[in-house]
């Protein structure tokens, strides 16, 4: 289990155009699908008097949350293109919406399916792509007189302190990349047994 994933930092658009049909693409950073689903409700009512607003998102560090609409369009004509390059791009925590205007020509499958890809394709060009981390979170519970030595760990291993309490009773929340987790519950481990 790889402990990176690629997602973009910012909405993007991009643009294709095929016998007087128009498609915009939209990308978005996403990390939920309510988020999706209020994006999605604002595309429909922003362009209202478009013929079609398709979409294809993949959300979690693991890819496995992921959609595909055609919204009308004939089946796996447009969802999949656009799916297609999230894939080929292996981006997740994104979602693309395409926006067709029809031109009064039909394009064929064939014409669809490279129209939403290409889109798909302009929208994801125009984004900056960033690798995050996968991080999981350490919540480790210690007495005041460890404090120097869960510190010490804390500065050689470089988690990010998310919450802490100092009292009699201490206790710190830290967020680390998934692959360095064990280490760090192991050594906190170590200071309570005082090895």
Do not use: W
């Not at 693309?96 to 014409?111: A, F, Q």
Request: negative net charge; proline residues 2%; aromatic residues 10%.
């Amino acid at each position: 289990m790889t402990d990176e994933f690629k997602t973009i930092s910012n909405t993007s658009e991009g643009f294709y155009s095929e016998k007087r049909s128009k498609f915009l693409a939209f990308a978005h950073h996403v990390e939920s699908l309510d988020e999706i689903k209020n994006l999605l409700a604002d595309y429909r009512k922003k362009y209202y008097d478009a013929r079609h607003v398709c979409y294809a998102y993949m959300l979690g560090a693991d890819r496995t949350d992921f959609r595909a609409n055609d919204d009308g369009e004939p089946s796996s004509t447009a969802g999949k293109p656009i799916l297609g390059q999230i894939n080929s791009n292996e981006l997740t925590d994104i979602l693309i919406v395409v926006v067709r205007y029809y031109g009064g020509v039909n394009l064929g499958t064939s014409g669809l399916i490279v129209a939403y890809r290409e889109a798909a394709a302009d929208a994801i060009a125009h984004a900056d792509v960033i690798t995050k981390q996968v991080e999981e979170i350490v919540t480790y519970d210690f007495p005041y007189v460890m404090m120097n030595d869960v510190m010490r760990i804390v500065k050689e291993m470089q988690p990010r302190i998310i919450e802490q309490t100092y009292d009699n009773n201490c206790q710190i929340k830290l967020s680390i990349r998934r692959s360095e987790a064990d280490q760090l519950r192991s050594r906190l481990k170590k200071l309570s047994f005082g090895e």
